[in-house]
């Protein structure tokens, strides 16, 4: 987990040079309290909970939630939103293992995962922008679009056998200690750092550089914030918007890769209300859905939060209905919080 | 006048379905030059003046910067040939601080391209020290500021920049008796440095004491461009009111020329 938290002190000094906290660090930082709290409190609760093999599972079943929730900070800052991100991570999935079946290498197939994702986005992107498309009507529609496509592509039927380079990016690690036992069977000794870990690692630190450092995320901001006052500025609204949903669609697609090496299977109706999840990870990390707030740190905690409830309750032998519940009210509790803040 | 105008808008119409809501307007403004343009709300005068920004496409009509014939289809496009604005509503965006509002469409960047925030906020703090001595809140939202201090950034982007025509739309509106007057002197000092100014406003005081010429648009149309000397307050209310001059201005005018 410290590994997904650096973002959040390497966003430079920055952040972090004006000595009375805004209301956005607050708020990350009452989240992450919330993250401690809920470590200690699991911890304590359950043995197995606070282990190196569990903490690893926290990381590889928060990467692909955590990629989702990256783009949708980036959509949600521009005073948008994506709900299509689930539907196009299985379509990008089932791209890629159609194109794995027909004889193209892996990293190239993936690679077309990606460009799948990217051009669902673009789609979004264009009929919000040109045809005037609320965002959420638009990419209901993609959501619905590309669910059905990934079904009819498939048959609804899963696509298996895919080959043991397919599952090396969702089941791999880095620094992976094997030791051969007398008996023949191998023995782990470190399970590593799991690849979509380090992959959410990269890609939350190439997007928080992109929002804070770079003119494009200067302006997804502005947009956000004020639209009209951005396009008087001379930001280009409509380019800037498109951007953050071909950005949200194509880490859609690297997700749909996470997800569907680490079952080795690209499942048409994988993905279902993930876009949910994804719009609760990004909110409980601080990004406002009227645009303009927004961090790709606080959208890490919220991942981390919302991964570790689940793992967390799941130890516990909690239902996945009450898991359900608790999540709905973590939501709804992170945004009141917020806005009480705000009201002051 | 042998002088070159900055700005000239010849037989400028914008037509919204029916609605004729610049309806033939033609303008012109010289160095140097405060021009009040007045009218009615939905006179047509904000629309007209978002045409010349860049922010709105005209129907019919020819726009002529130095005597150049320009189209300009976006803000930057206007900006980029000298023209910037201060909007009534400011155009500011509410979640960032002064130097990125300030800088907002035209970043200043490092040598690999990432954002200089660190000479952005130099910059930023001379521009507005010259305006204001006392803005300190550099790196607070720019919502959570007073709406003088907001006005300050607004006038800041304006004039930051090689400005060479300058759109004010009522800059004085929500600001206070002494931020008035800092305008004022500012509206002076530009004019001084020869920038052409157009100067949208309600309040006659302002008028009356800054222009040199005022424009009278009535229902679309303009209805007289005169200057400051040959009309009196009252003659400017009949135009804005009635869309004429009172009967007996030229008779006056007459009186006063002999």
Redesign the interface.
């Given at each position: 987990m410290s590994q997904a938290l650096k973002p959040a002190a390497g966003r430079g000094p920055?952040s972090f040079?004006?000595l009375m906290p805004?209301a956005g660090k607050i708020h990350r930082l009452s989240a992450l309290l919330t993250l401690l709290l809920l470590i200690v409190g699991f911890a304590l609760a359950s043995q197995s909970f606070f282990s190196v093999n569990n903490g690893l599972t926290i990381l590889l079943q928060t990467s692909v939630i955590g990629l989702l929730g990256i783009g949708m900070t980036m959509v949600i800052i521009t005073g948008g939103i994506d709900l299509s991100v689930g539907s196009v991570l299985a379509l990008a999935g089932v791209g890629t293992a159609m194109a794995v079946k027909a004889g193209v290498p892996v990293g190239l197939a993936m690679g077309l995962g990606v460009v799948i994702g990217a051009a669902c986005g673009a789609v979004n992107g264009l009929v919000v922008t040109k045809a005037k498309i609320p965002p959420f009507v638009a990419t209901l529609g993609m959501m619905l679009m590309a669910r059905g496509l990934a079904l009819q592509l498939t048959g609804a039927a899963p696509i298996s056998q895919l080959g043991e380079a397919f599952g090396r990016l969702g089941n791999g690690a880095l620094f992976r200690v094997v030791e051969l036992q007398p008996n023949g069977f191998p023995k782990v000794i470190f399970p590593g750092i799991p690849y979509p870990a380090i992959l959410l690692l990269v890609v939350a630190a190439g997007a928080a550089y992109m929002l804070?450092?770079?003119?494009i995320?200067?302006?997804i901001?502005?947009t956000?914030?004020?639209e009209?006052?951005?396009?008087?500025?001379?930001?280009?609204v409509d380019r800037t918007k498109l951007y953050a949903y071909v950005m949200s669609g194509a880490l859609a697609g690297l997700a749909g890769n996470v997800l569907m090496s680490r079952l080795v299977t690209a499942q048409p109706s994988e993905g279902v209300m993930y876009e949910l999840d994804a719009i609760a990870t990004a909110v409980i990390g601080g990004a406002s859905l009227s645009g303009?707030?927004g961090t790709v740190s606080g959208t890490m905690i919220g991942a981390f939060i919302i991964g570790i409830l689940r793992n967390g309750l799941n130890m516990a032998g909690v239902s996945a209905f009450i898991q359900q519940i608790v999540i709905g009210a973590v939501v709804i509790g992170a945004v009141w919080i917020d806005q009480m803040r705000n009201r002051r | 006048m042998a002088q070159t105008p900055l700005v000239e808008m010849i037989g400028i119409e914008k037509h919204f379905g029916g609605v004729r809501a610049v309806d033939h307007v033609s303008l012109d403004l010289y160095p140097g030059e405060v021009v009040g343009v007045l009218g009615h709300n939905g006179a047509g005068k904000s629309c007209l003046m978002r045409i010349l920004a860049g922010a709105m496409l005209p129907s019919a009509g020819e726009i002529r910067v130095n005597g150049t014939p320009v189209t300009f289809c976006d803000p930057n496009e206007a900006r980029k040939a000298g023209i910037e604005t201060i909007y009534q509503t400011l155009a500011l965006a509410d979640h960032l601080d002064a130097p990125s509002n300030l800088f907002l469409g035209r970043e200043l960047k490092t040598r690999f391209g990432n954002l200089d925030d660190t000479r952005m906020l130099e910059e930023s703090r001379k521009v507005l020290a010259r305006l204001n001595p006392n803005f300190k809140n550099l790196s607070d939202p720019v919502s959570s500021l007073s709406g003088g201090q907001r006005q300050v950034i607004a006038i800041a982007r304006a004039i930051y920049f090689d400005t060479k025509i300058l759109i004010m739309d009522e800059p004085t509106a929500a600001l206070g008796p002494s931020e008035t007057a800092m305008v004022a002197d500012l509206i002076r000092q530009l004019q001084a440095e020869g920038i052409g100014i157009l100067l949208v406003s309600h309040d006659m005081h302002d008028v009356f004491e800054l222009c040199n010429r005022v424009v009278v648009m009535n229902k679309g149309s303009l209805v007289g461009t005169h200057d400051i000397d040959a009309v009196t307050k009252d003659d400017v209310l009949s135009l804005i009111v009635k869309g004429e001059l009172p009967a007996d201005w030229s008779a006056r005018n007459l009186e006063a020329a002999q």
């Open positions: 920055a040079a004006s805004d804070h450092r770079r003119q995320g200067r302006h901001y502005a956000g914030s004020n009209e006052a951005a396009r008087l500025s001379g930001v280009r303009g707030v | -």
